[in-house]
């Protein structure tokens, strides 16, 4: 792992206690230019996590709180007319940035949600008849809070399917509570610098890229997503009933981008087996949907996931 990555970890820790595997999949979703969903129960640091990464990486951020009257132009702009011109001029809104966080994603109806997709996969925003390009680096981090239960909208399969990685996020430890309380407490956090430009954060990109995958691990990440499709030509018949649907094809193509960045972060040039399984779950979780019997035995996707990688030979 390069010593930037060891600066931009130092830098976020100043202000964030733990959370090292959160941490982790916010830098895979920067180095493959993939999205990032992050679930988890309030006050677990999500929003503090996505700030301190984006001061520590000097790049624009925006924030956008989501709520029920939340309308698609508080988001992407809109044309407002100029009296002195008598002509009308674009506004442009907070997703022009590099990293926009959409905090608690899943308190939006379903035109603020649909207007991200465009924005999300083909990272250009159409106000009026103009279309406009945002320049690169450009991510979204959203946050949603799995909880709450009025005024809150489950976001579609079409949009999670373009987040990269999933991230749920858990209770920090007792000591790391201790330490987080201590802090708050004496007022003893401190300032964030930014210890990486554009330039340096594309030479880190194309090094993830460059990462070797063997061919025996390609297809082996190929299984692996296969298997949640066809559980039973795998000898998973116990799970078949519980899986409508499996894994999309987008799942492959982050997958093969996502290992690379993982083996970096762990200090290799080279992808292994152990990688793989490291992000699986972050990687699918979202987008295996499951049948009514599962949901109501508790299954989970970790789970199904669990079970597929424990099924699938190991290369």
């Known amino acids: 792992m390069s010593k ?23 830098l895979i979703g920067l180095l493959c230019e993939g999205h990032i969903l992050i679930e988890g129960i309030p006050g677990l640091a999500k929003t503090t996590t996505v700030k301190a990464l984006s001061e520590s990486l000097g790049l624009g951020f925006k924030r956008v709180q989501f709520t029920p009257d939340l309308l698609p132009s508080d988001i992407l702009g809109a044309e407002i007319y100029d009296p002195q011109n008598n002509d009308f001029k674009i506004k442009q809104g907070p997703v022009f940035t590099n990293l926009l966080l959409a905090d608690e994603i899943n308190r939006a109806p379903a035109k603020v949600q649909s207007a991200l997709l465009e924005v999300m996969q083909e990272r250009q925003v159409t106000i009026g008849d103009e279309s406009f390009s945002l320049e690169p680096p450009f991510f979204v981090m959203a946050t949603q809070n799995p909880v709450e239960q009025e005024g809150v909208y489950q976001l579609p399969e079409a949009q999670l399917d373009r987040f990269m990685l999933k991230l749920n996020v858990e209770y920090n430890t007792k000591k790391e509570e201790l330490e987080i309380a201590r802090r708050i407490s004496n007022k003893t956090s401190q300032t964030i610098q930014a210890v990486i430009t554009h330039a340096e954060l594309d030479v880190l990109k194309d090094t993830v890229a460059a990462v070797h995958v063997d061919e025996e691990i390609e297809h082996y990440m190929i299984e692996l ?6 559980p039973k030509a795998y000898k998973l018949d116990e799970i078949a009933e519980y899986i409508q649907f499996g894994a999309s094809p987008r799942v492959s193509i982050d997958m093969f981008k996502a290992v690379k960045a993982m083996a970096y972060l762990r200090g290799k040039d080279f992808v292994t087996p152990v990688d793989v399984a490291y992000i699986a779950k972050e990687l699918m979780r979202h987008r295996i949907i499951l049948t009514y019997e599962a949901e109501a035995e508790g299954i989970t996707t ?10 699938v030979a190991i290369p």
């Open 302 to 311: 970790d789970e199904i996931i669990e079970k597929v990688l424990e099924a």
């Open 225 to 230: 997503v296969s298997a949640t499709r066809d």
């Open 4 to 26: 930037k990555i060891d600066a931009i970890k130092s830098e976020v820790a100043k202000v964030v206690v733990g959370h090292e595997k959160m941490i982790d999949g916010l």
